[in-house]
């Protein structure tokens, strides 16, 4: 499996999640059922291909940014799948859905395709847990910034926020703790490669206020629980902040 098949995997994978979403507007168990047996569909070949490829590379796909954002991809369906299993929200499904192809059309702009051998700092067993940790953190964190912004827009309707920011909160405490293991694994990491286990390079300084800001904001509302909209404006300040992270 090399990158000159990306183009079909894609396809086909965007293929079956945009049927999903479409199998998600009539009101019936039989399109529900069909709808995420799609979504598991586009999650499996998107699967073979990332596996094809690590084959073929012999190396983790986690070298360049593309590699990333097929992992953030395939992360962000499977959340949209645990929402809606746990809180019933179609929209935040379709939502995920959408952000994933979103990125597989990105890597398609820009696959950044080279074959490119890790460097010694990545040939590390802590190289792949902290990636896919933090992959699974940001879809998470990603997943809760929507919730927010749509909360923001609730708020200047005048609607009840309540049911939003629960399910914000319970989205963000698992991201964070994603979020937190990922930390620990970078510092683990660092260790082995470089001999210290934090050295506040702009990396781990970002990584570390992304951290902050989320941390911030359940502080926030555990003793600030009745100011709802500026809660939501840290959600999605935080959410600006682990991008800078991310892609800054």
Same mark, same amino acid.
């Given at each position: 499996m090399t990158w000159t098949h990306y183009t079909f995997f894609a396809s086909l994978c965007s293929g079956f999640w945009l049927t999903s979403i479409l199998l998600l507007i009539p009101k019936n168990?039989?399109?529900?059922? @069909?709808?995420?047996?799609? #979504?598991?569909?586009?999650?499996?070949?998107?699967?073979?291909?990332?596996?094809?490829?690590?084959?073929?590379l012999e190396r983790p796909v986690f070298r360049?940014? *593309?590699?990333?954002?097929?992992?953030?991809?395939?992360? @962000?369906? #499977?959340?949209?799948?645990?929402?809606?299993?746990?809180?019933?929200?179609?929209?935040?499904? *379709?939502?995920?859905?959408?952000?994933?192809?979103?990125?597989?059309?990105?890597?398609?702009?820009?696959?950044?395709?080279f074959d490119k051998t890790l460097m010694p700092a990545l040939q590390s067993p802590w190289f792949i847990p902290h990636v896919i940790v933090y992959m699974i953190s940001y879809a998470f964190l990603a997943s809760a910034a929507i919730i927010g912004i749509k909360g923001l827009y609730l708020s200047y309707k005048m609607k009840a926020l309540d049911q939003t920011l629960r399910l914000a909160d319970n989205i963000v405490y698992i991201g964070f703790a994603f979020l937190t293991i990922?930390?620990?694994?970078?510092?683990?990491?660092?260790? #082995? *490669?470089?001999?210290?286990?934090?050295? /506040?390079?702009?990396?781990e300084t970002w990584a570390f206020l992304t951290w902050l800001v989320y941390l911030l904001f359940i502080h926030f509302r555990f003793y600030k629980n009745d100011n709802q909209k500026?809660?939501? /404006?840290?959600? #999605?300040?935080?959410?600006?902040?682990?991008?800078?992270?991310?892609?800054?």
């Open positions: 168990k039989t399109s529900k059922r @069909l709808s995420l047996l799609f #979504v598991f569909a586009g999650i499996a070949s998107l699967a073979t291909f990332i596996a094809g490829l690590w084959i073929s360049t940014l *593309a590699e990333t954002r097929m992992w953030y991809a395939m992360f @962000l369906s #499977v959340i949209g799948i645990f929402i809606y299993y746990h809180w019933k929200y179609k929209w935040m499904l *379709a939502y995920c859905l959408g952000m994933s192809m979103l990125f597989l059309f990105i890597n398609y702009l820009n696959p950044d395709t990922g930390m620990l694994f970078g510092a683990l990491w660092a260790k #082995v *490669a470089w001999g210290s286990y934090w050295t /506040w390079d702009p990396k500026l809660a939501l /404006w840290i959600l #999605v300040f935080s959410f600006i902040i682990m991008l800078i992270c991310w892609l800054g």
